[in-house]
């Protein structure tokens, strides 16, 4: 039982660092801020889930569990609050999404 | 184990740290640095365990409030002067 909850702990927690660095690497790499945003959620959401849900198994019942609880709910509340102030703070500031631009690039009015 | 996801975290971190140096837009920067916080919440949950001092859990916690009271503030006042600017735009024309 504790090999297989330490296997399954290890798997989460490899893919959370995987993801956690795809999101980095695509929020560095995207052409536009909406791109990046899309990038960057990866790892705010997926991320964070994998890798503190790996180190809940490994933490087993205790205070730390909770703690650990706390906090992914509280990330999982605030990360898409804030990405969505940003995303309309950014289109209230003129920032057009970059499909948006390369085609009106193309076909000028 | 834990150091794979650590150096994952902190090269992630290193990347966003550089998306907020280049980013061309003030909203590239808000956004890298918001990243940035996520990953250090996440990053002191696993350095917690990595050094077996679950007190680092607290400072999660308390870097999470934080981050987010900090992004919302800065949005709002960069909302804020986008809605000066473009209302003294609009009072030009």
Partial sequence: ?109 | MYYVVTIATLITMALALLRALLGPSVYDRVLAVNMLGTKTVLLLSVIAFLYGRPDFLDLALAYALINFIGVLAVLEFFRSRALRRSAERGARQ
């Fill in chain 1, 1 to 109: 039982m504790t090999a297989l909850l330490d296997t399954l702990s290890w798997v989460l927690l490899s893919l959370g660092g995987l993801s956690v660095l795809i999101g980095g690497i695509g929020a560095l790499r995207m052409p536009d801020l909406y791109t990046r945003m899309h990038a960057a959620s990866v790892t705010d959401s997926l991320g964070a889930i994998l890798v503190l849900v790996g180190i809940m198994l490994q933490a087993g019942l205790s205070l730390a569990t909770i703690k650990l609880i706390v906090i992914l709910m509280f990330l999982l509340l605030t990360s898409p609050t804030s990405s969505n102030a940003l995303a309309s703070a950014a289109l209230l500031a003129g920032t057009r999404p970059f499909a948006e631009a390369a085609q009106d690039a193309e076909e000028p009015k």
